[in-house]
């Protein structure tokens, strides 16, 4: 069929605009940026409240720092719990000596930052189930273990012991060796520094923390691998919040039920009793 010759240039104009239209089309998936994946993990259709967990950050492999990110055992429990009870979780990082005036003024609902469980705090707060039976651990240098080869007889006679100030370790070596020079640090990352330039012979410190500073620096540094204590690691609450207090023990009954407290304790210290 033949068209005038004025509607002959139209029907090209037409057929050029249309090709470079698919041209168009065909290319974009090319430049389209890939939009991100969706979370796997979805939150609670509806959030009841604010778990505000007060945490010390700095006892791995508990509770602990890591590339910017809270990482460690109680920071998988405390996002289990907060999904457990359908609340949007919230870190208070809080200095350890003050964990539990946070935890009774209010300013936190649940302290789970690896402690354990003793007569003068359990007159202060209330303590959930245990999750792990624990123990202080003497870190020691590792061109010492010969010295040390009896274990705790072994530290009666040393010129000088440390611990973490306002720990069970700091409470363990006042009341064991009263007649030893003791030094009392504010961290733990102070004291394996003062254990390595033999400011002090044994640091004295939580039996997971000790074996993580172990193998941190494993050329320099070894545990004397007993504990000379037994100690539970338990969530504090306060004790006019039983309700809290029943709830964090229905997701720890959860978790033994379905063998995730055990995969759990055991992925990050593998060598304590749960």
């Known amino acids: 069929m033949t068209y005038p010759r004025p509607f002959r240039w139209l029907s090209r104009i037409c057929a050029c605009l249309l090709l470079i239209t698919l041209m168009c089309a065909c290319q974009a998936p090319a430049n389209k940026k890939t939009a991100p994946a969706p979370a796997t993990e979805k939150p609670p259709a509806v959030v009841k409240g604010i778990l505000r967990v007060g945490i010390t950050p700095n006892m791995p492999p508990l509770i602990y720092r890591q590339e910017g990110q809270i990482v460690g055992l109680e920071a998988e429990f405390a996002r289990g719990l907060a999904q457990h009870l359908a609340y949007r979780l919230e870190l208070v990082e809080v200095p350890w000596e003050n964990q539990i005036n946070h935890l009774i003024e209010g300013r936190t609902d649940i302290i789970m930052s690896g402690m354990s469980i003793t007569d003068m ?56 060796f009263p007649d030893t020079r003791k030094l009392f640090f504010n961290s733990l990352d102070d004291g394996v520094r003062a254990l390595m330039r033999r400011k002090v012979d044994v640091l004295v410190h939580d039996a997971p923390a000790v074996m993580m500073a172990a193998a941190r620096f494993e050329n320099n540094l070894a545990p004397i691998p007993k504990m000379f204590t037994n100690e539970y690691l338990a969530w504090g609450v306060r004790k006019d919040n039983p309700e809290l207090l029943e709830q964090a023990n229905a997701y720890i009954a959860t978790l033994k039920k379905n063998g995730r407290l055990k995969e759990m304790v055991n992925r990050w210290i593998p060598f304590v009793e749960n």
Request: glycine share 8%.
């Open 121 to 176: 705090r359990r007159i202060r707060i209330a303590f959930c189930a245990p999750y792990a039976k624990t123990g202080q651990m003497a870190l020691i240098r590792r061109a010492d273990i010969q010295r040390f080869r009896t274990g705790y007889y072994s530290l009666v006679e040393i010129p000088a012991i440390g611990a973490i100030r306002d720990t069970t370790g700091d409470l363990f070596i006042r009341s064991r």
